[in-house]
């Protein structure tokens, strides 16, 4: 059970403690329990240890109070699915406050850790900044967001004072304040000398025992600038949270133009609606070469409506194309051998889309230029991808995108033969695009040979 | 004129001697300069030059002597086109000995350097090795060969006789030897003091100067182990030379059965010849190109002698796409753009032919199938490098390499269009490449799914 990456930090930082002890009330009343409840496909707290992963920690303490015995079997999955230690802690005190719950785990946490909530989201890279915090010897590290203009719930948010980068106040009600509370600790052993010294007087929350340390100078404040953080609490919080995570899917510098203006936009949303379900990117990737497969065969027949209908499959096929990876990454399951086979498999699709519109034209004019140019065309489909990949291979960068680079790139060839079959021009639409890709491949050997890098 | 290269050795081995004083006559009486005797295309000076670079060191001393002044151009040519800084020193008392060469240079000598020999060739491990040696304070180390029944002229070689890794006796006439002078040195600026001491006693050799240190037990033996190195002294050793570097140029690892069997053997000898001319790997890919696009168009008529010519002409063109990769080996001017020109024009080669032999057997069988055959096969030449690229650039590490992988090689597929067009059959050797191509693709993602890659 033990995980799978190792970090320096894990030196340093022992454990992360994932408090899912409370009921949630607020964001559901159909008794799903809140740490299980699903963003896009994946539970709160999956998504929570996820980015703790990804910040380079594996060792977890989930503490359960509220129906705890229903969080068993899902941690369990966790810890099978993304090779990661969790210790489950029950708190049998959790209705009393959750400074109880971070008490209930003392025993097992002997030096700093990691503080975080089960329903707070928050980016990967919050966390490694806030390691990379190196406090000095007994200070506690609090992540804090100095945007409150557009904290989501501000009124809900446990709000700080900052005073030369040292909490100086901290509480929901507190009335000058420079920032809110992210949730994201960084927090010695000592934090439960103050619970207990809290507890004496009557404060049960994790903030009453933060205030006992903050009153002594002895938390730093952590600025967390333009990162993502999300307390997922109410029904408009979630689906905030599902608005971030698929807007995060874009790709503006790697996408073509029909990728970006046209495809992007339908394949977020069918993803978002496709992260529900129990499919695999990899069937995805099936699917949409089965669809070009099939757009391949109603091209080569010689009537206006195939065609059509095989430009709609052409199209609808390179939308789903992009579903694949976009589920890989909301999901976090993407794979290295996922993103190979669907790269090979789209050049295959390409060259039987290839050959079935050469065949549907050659089908009219019998003449025995349509088939070489129709290989013509083909060898452009594959080219510039290969051409691409060789030149990074040997020098370890990529070539210059530009304009001509986003022209010979999938979304737009697929989409000009999809524009083309609407108006029964799908030969003309492949050698056009064939075409574009030869000058593409030519122009970089001419270019590539004129920067002199013969000598490089 | 500083060295492009920054090494950390050049901060404690400060610069690199090379020795071309003498006249060297045994090798020839043509009147040639020794340091300027080329072997397959580059002299021996630039070899000694490019093998030191290749161990780090950018930083030289050249003495001359005899006709020192031809040596100057090339010496500046090497320091253009290498990019390597070069002091020129001239020794006007080379006839007496080459230690008063080494004494020329001693102004710009202060700390430890390496010394080597103009006409001593040796791979740049030898060196790199010998600079890791890392002698204690004052020693000096000589690089020697402890295969003394393999040395190319024993009775002219310097022998030396060794105690526990330390140089007791030096000289050609020693009577117990255990090992012989590789002529590649690490020594101190104490030597110039040994120098002067042989001297006064009449000696005025490079042996004499060491033999005084040598007796001072200041000298460490490091044994080159398997290393190549050569002292190119007479027309004899000239040729072996030729040989060594010419059978270097064998990939055995990565070479296809058509290419380690057939092709490399007559490849290897046409890049002897061709090194000697002022061709570049450039122009040798362009042409090898060239004689393919010849090869299509020949295919492409329907007579059976032009196919038979086109044949040859595509077997001829797969041996000489060796040559540009061998000649900038050996030459030491390859790039990485001539690699990608040559992967890039290679698949468009490959195109042509497929193109070319199709459209050939549909001007006889005139059959639609003939032509989605040939797109099939086109698209077999393509799709394996693909893949492995593909994967590549994935995984970091290659495929592996098996039978099955050697069957999709360039070599083989051009060597069956070669064979089958000698029996007019290429269109089906095409189609038989092509679907073990395809088979090869398929075979590779099932194989790569089943070994559990998708949770890597």
Redesign the interface.
Known sequence: MEGSKSCSQTDTIGKVVIIAAGPGNRLSNDGRLKPLRRVLGLTLIERVVISCMQAGLSDFVVVTGYKGEFLRRPIERIVRCRCVHIDIVENPDWKKGNGTSLLACRHLLGKPFVLVMCDHLFEPDLLRDLLQAKPSNGDSVLAVDRRVDRVFDIADATKVAIESRRIVAIGKEIETFDAVDTGVFLLTPQIFGALHAAQKKGGYSLSDGVREIVEKRQVLAFDIGEKFWLDVDTPQSLKRAKRVLLSGLTKPSEDGFVSHYINRRLSIKLSGWLSHLPISP?AITVASFAMALAAAFLFAATNTLSAVIGGFLVQISSIIDGCDGEIARLKHCG???????D??LD??AD?AI??GI??GY??VHHQ?WV??A???A??GF??P???R???????LKSLPIDVLTKLTKRDLRLFAIFSGALVGLQFEAILAVGLISHVY?ARN?LA??RRG????
Chains 1, 2 share one sequence.
Do not use: D, N
């Not at 990949?389 to 020098?395: G, P, T, V």
């Open positions: 990899h794979s290295r051998y996922g993103a190979w086979m790269t090979v050049r295959y060259v290839a050959a050469t065949y050659w089908a025995p088939w070489l129709g290989m013509v083909l060898a594959v080219m991808s290969f051409c990949k060789e030149y990074q291979l040997r020098f491949v050997l590539q040979y890098i013969p000598g490089a």
